[in-house]
């Protein structure tokens, strides 16, 4: 008999207990009825605490379907796919059907935006609703949630350029990041602290290394977030072919074992997003004022529950909490 012990490194999940069970359901039932009035915050809320206790892919369609309606496109295009894939390893094709059409009809719709920049200067970065984007970000088409987006580009010593672009349902627009200016006169420049004795003192430049911590913090936390729910499928899956114990065979070996990468990989980006986030709020503290057109920091992705093994004397068993 195969052991599952764990899932990845300090990670343990066992199946919810009944009464868990019997609750999701009825919060399910809630969301339900707070989507049919049109109340999709408060229905995305409730459709997350189900997925907390027990995912499938119809949780997942309903948390796409709140966030689309919130104007969250981007998050509900990531919901859709993972509804879709959910469903086909369940085998739930009505709800793969119904995924992969909102998903196609939202892809048509959502508007889509083309960063450029015009200098390669050393120390030039570019950011995006201050996220700072990768030269594999730059001159590529990217989808956007609808609404108005900020587009700077920084360089030390400089006054960063800045714009607005505002999208609508269905825009595809270009814009090309100009050259920070060199802050010669007053027109773009901070204005200047001249003292009693006129001496002039510079603004500190603002540094762009604090939104690159940041970027590279928030994409280590969406990845981290992305194999915690494929992991989570996994629980899922052994859950339904071993029984509510997780008792397997050595057949589902496999399965386990790919859990267990799933769960490794979530821990370590977790762990890496942390630090990136953290270093980029060290750096805005000690190296410069953070800009305040640039939007707030990237949320922590989510943590992992603790695991832990029980051995009984007909072999191991998974035990922990959602």
């Known amino acids: 008999m195969l052991a599952v012990a764990s899932l990845g490194p300090s990670l343990a999940l066992a199946a919810p207990s009944a009464t868990e069970v019997n609750t999701a359901r009825e919060t399910y039932r809630e969301g339900i009825a707070l989507e049919a009035a049109g109340n999709w915050a408060a229905a995305l809320a409730k459709f ?8 499938t892919a119809r949780v997942r369609f309903h948390i796409g379907l709140c966030q689309e309606n919130l104007g969250r496109w981007t998050e509900a295009l990531g919901a859709y796919k993972l509804a879709f894939s959910d469903a086909e390893r369940e085998g739930a094709a009505d709800v793969a059907k119904e995924a992969e059409s909102a998903r196609a009809k939202l892809d048509r719709r959502i508007p889509r935006l083309t960063v450029r920049s015009a ?3 050393a120390g030039a970065s570019v950011s995006l609703d201050g996220v700072a984007l990768g030269s594999s970000s730059l001159g590529a088409e990217m989808p956007v949630d609808p609404g108005t987006h900020t587009i700077e580009s920084a360089m030390p010593g400089r006054t960063p350029w800045r714009t607005t672009i505002e999208l609508r349902e269905g825009d595809n ?12 006169d007053g027109s773009s420049a901070a204005p200047a602290v001249t003292s009693s004795r006129s001496a002039i003192v510079e603004p500190p ?31 899922q899956d052994l859950e339904d072919k071993c029984g509510p114990e997780l008792r397997c065979s050595e057949a589902e070996r496999s399965t386990y074992d790919r859990g267990s990468t799933y769960g490794t990989i979530a821990g370590i980006t977790l762990g890496v997003g942390a630090l990136g986030v953290g270093l980029g709020t060290v750096l805005l503290l000690t190296t410069g004022r953070r800009d305040e057109s640039a939007g707030p920091a990237p949320a922590r992705g989510p943590v992992p529950p603790s695991v832990g093994l029980r051995l009984h004397p007909s072999g191991a068993s998974l035990v922990g909490s959602f």
Request: overall charge positive.
């Open 119 to 121: 200098t390669s200067a």
């Open 205 to 235: 430049p603002r540094s762009a290394l604090p939104w690159i911590a940041f970027g590279l913090g928030a994409a280590s936390l969406a990845t981290s977030g992305v194999f915690f729910v494929m992991r989570q499928g996994i629980i």
């Open 48 to 55: 997350r605490e189900v997925a907390a206790v027990k995912s």
């Open 173 to 184: 627009k270009s814009v090309e990041a100009q050259m920070p200016s060199a802050a010669k």
